[in-house]
């Protein structure tokens, strides 16, 4: 089999490569092979496609033979031609491929959930596309030249700019440039810290939080302690000896709780008696809803915190932007494990979020979206008051997730029933530290900000139901026998 190439990026706008068997005339060749790159989908609906000269002198063919090629995938509305927009793939020319037939002995894959109610996941219909590609093209136009050069690993010096005004005002971070670092996100930062020996274990932590977290922190051979969590978040004054602490005091991951005025104070403190640091992981601080705004554990002493965020929840998780607030003394070593250029934060992507800050199109975005999710927290609320009042939501007064306290042992029945409803979400229980103790109730952890605004409604009824049906308490590993609860109880109130 004889095969030419083509490779016509330049022309069309997409990478294609065309393969002409040698079965047949050219021409015949030529038409199968634009037929299967449009079937499947390498050349999409709207693609110009390269004049039959570039083609031509591309793949060796006389011009008359990509002529009548064309012009025979016209004819069968693979392609359309019009004068002065040259040929192009016909709107709706991709076909569905066929799916290979099933065996009837073939094991049934489980249906996919029909109701997102998992957290950790914002509105992903509510991004800002066009305030983002106003702000992407404003920031293009204007960056300098040196901005197309590798990045510096500290961040763009106009993203930093934005953070330090942007973090001091909304968030009460006490910074300047120079002691932010740019990142692709809280894990990352992490990542850096821990994995690239800036801080070392063993690490307090508090014994409910994102097991991705834990994971990256074990892979950085990093020893964690977990810290009881009660209705005042973690209780910063255990876990004597560990210098360093890891925690959400915004807003308790998963559990919601602030962290009590007093041990904000205390956990300043500890840091400051033992000589270590707070890592303040900010990842939701923008949503809160009905009391006054937390704001971070930073602003009380910038020298004992590493403060880390993200735009994940704020704008989505898909941009990979984050950073890290530095006490002083750390800067010069995150940097040298960044190394001596940026290798995760696109440069093209901080200028725009700069851009996006500065002109107030972030403050805006989030202001939008904290009132969205309040309205769906309102919601999930409502249909718990009607529907299953026996259920009491916790965590509530910001974040995108709730809390909703189960009679211990029944957690994982509750799941088997929502996987049954095609509901997706998950149960506290996947979210302890193996070495804590469990809390006294067992939990459904509830995003709300995922679910499309058209199927949310379905999502809460199919909740509902869920909680209706009675469970049997298991024996199983997430309730907690009464010596092993050291935690008095998950928190009674919505924080
Ligand atoms: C507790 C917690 N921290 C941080 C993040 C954000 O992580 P990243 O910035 O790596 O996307 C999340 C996101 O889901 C989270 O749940």
Redesign the pocket.
Known sequence: MAESWVNSAQRIGADLHLELSAAGSRRAALGQALREAVQDGRLAPGTRLPPYRSLAADLGLARNTVAEAYAELVAEGWLTARQGSGTRVAPRAVRQKSSPPTSAAAPMAPAAPVHDLRQ?RPDAASFPRAAWLAAARRSLNTAPNEAFGPGDPQGRIELRRALADYLARARGVRTAPERIVVCS????ALRLLFGGGVLRGPLAVEAY??PF?RSVLAAAAVRTVPLEVDELGARVAESAGVRNVLL?PTHQ?PTGVPLHRERRAAVVDRARARDGLIVE?D?DGEFRYDREPVGAVQGLDPERVVYLG?V??SLS?AVRL?WMVLPEHLVPAVLAVKGEREAWASVLDQLTLAEFIASGHYDRHVRRMRQHYRRRRDRLVAALAEHAPQIAPIGIAAGLHAVLRLPPGTEPGTLEAAARQGLALDGLAAFRHPDAAPLAADGLVVGYAAAPEHGYGAALEALCRVLLEPQEASGGSTSASPEKVKAASPPPSSA
């Open positions: 950790g996100g809280v894990a990352h939080g994102l977290h959400t991951f992981d990842y993200s994940s929840k998780p984050g």
